[in-house]
Nanobody, 123 residues
């Protein structure tokens, strides 16, 4: 099994920045595609970004393109989400996820999920 633990959420003002972290443990981390999802109250879960096992390929949702950047440290078994130019619409519970392929992660059918960290953006 793979265990995922997120951190770095909090309350920030619109236009500010925040960096989320997700630490993986258990089975080997490097072969897994990692992703970030978010869910706001009354909304369905939304794909945010994904990154390949070696960090060479990334994908970002159109809603965050140019503002959010996903990255990972293989040595630290950690994936990051740098969030800049935050908007009120970015307020949500952010969860990290892991699976073997990009298609599975983007579709939300990942085998492993973290518990999430709350991001709240104020006006």
């Amino acid at each position: 099994q793979v265990q995922l633990v997120e951190s770095g959420g909090g309350l920030v003002q619109a236009g500010g920045s925040l960096r989320l972290s997700c630490v993986a443990s258990g089975r080997a981390f490097s072969p897994y595609v990692m992703g970030w999802f978010r869910q706001a109250p009354g909304k369905e879960r939304e794909f945010v970004a994904a990154i390949s096992w070696n960090g060479g390929t990334t994908s970002h949702a159109n809603s965050v393109q140019g503002r959010f950047t996903i990255s990972r440290s293989i040595a630290k078994n950690t994936v990051y989400l740098q969030m800049n130019s935050l908007k009120l619409q970015d307020t949500a519970q952010y969860c990290c996820a892991a699976d073997r392929t990009f298609s599975t992660v983007v579709a939300g059918g990942t085998g492993y999920w973290g518990q999430g960290t709350q991001v709240t953006v104020s006006s």
